[in-house]
């Protein structure tokens, strides 16, 4: 199927088993959330983890929020996780510790099986690959080009420090973040994350620079825990007024130039050019999606 690429500036994980933070999580504000199995889930819930999540994406879902499910590793119950969440209310799966492209491919497989199973468009249900070992960033290109349903890739700061043997601030995931951003531009899929630790939600302003960091490296989402990192996540990765109307400012005066034969000219005391136009048209592309994304859905 034709895919459309989302609009995830926050999804906010949620650890499936726990019922009194499912239930909330479509007021939280994200654009999606993510139904943990893995990491947040103690070995003695997984299956309760997998029960709930059956039923809580067609619940969320039904409120209209995006559903993602984060599933353990094929070696720790994986295939377990997508026997229960599959479902037409499912719109990605997260799959942690992706250090090659054949891991990738695998869940792409069993879904490709078990999508006309469960009733499910065939294709619908995409991929985002965490990547959490140092191991896998020689591979960026080959994971990111992987398969069509990858929508996008996402570094996982503290199993990937601890792979490094760094320390999770933004000082050491700088470069790694780039590394992710870069592969995903080339292949044409979304790039998530931000360089600092996804664990500290009580330093919103350090939060805040962090994410002011992670749009410069060209993020246009990432994963949060607390629904305090939710509302920041949104503000700071959508275009504001001023870019806005910059761009359309640019936009306007380059039809002017066209018509008088002119490829360059001064807009604001700024020399416009090709790849300053390219920026504009790319700012009000992401501002009409996300201003599409708010408009609710009309029934006919």
Known sequence: MSRTAPVWRSLIFVPAHVGKFVSKVHERGADACILDLEDSVPLAHKSE????????????DDRGMDVLVRINT??????????AI??????????????????????????????????VPDGQIGLIAQIEDVAALP?????????????????GPEDFCVSAGIEPVPETLYGPNQQVAFACRRAGILPFGFPGSISDFSDLQGFRET??????????????????????????????????????????????????????????????????????????????????????????
């Open 49 to 60: 983890a997998r029960a709930v999540a059956q039923v809580a994406s067609r619940a969320i």
């Open 74 to 83: 094929l070696e720790t119950g994986g295939l377990d996780d997508l026997q």
């Open 86 to 119: 599959v479902s037409p209310a499912l719109r990605a799966v997260v799959v942690p510790k992706v250090a090659s492209a054949e891991a990738v491919r695998v869940i792409a497989a069993l879904l490709e099986r078990m999508e006309p199973e469960f009733g």
């Open 139 to 155: 591979m960026l290109d080959e994971i990111a080009t992987s398969s069509p349903r990858l929508l996008g890739m996402s570094l």
């Open 211 to 300: 994410v002011v960091k992670a749009r410069q490296l060209g993020m246009v989402g990432a994963f949060c825990i607390h629904p305090a990192q939710v509302a920041v996540l949104n503000e700071v990765l959508t275009p504001s007024s001023a870019e806005v109307e910059f761009a359309e400012g640019v936009l306007a005066e380059l039809d002017l130039a066209l018509a008088e034969g002119r490829g360059a000219f001064a807009y604001r005391g700024r020399m416009i050019d090709a790849p300053v136009i390219a920026r504009a048209q790319e700012v009000l592309a992401r501002h009409r999606a996300i201003y599409k994304r708010r408009m609710p859905a009309v029934d006919h």
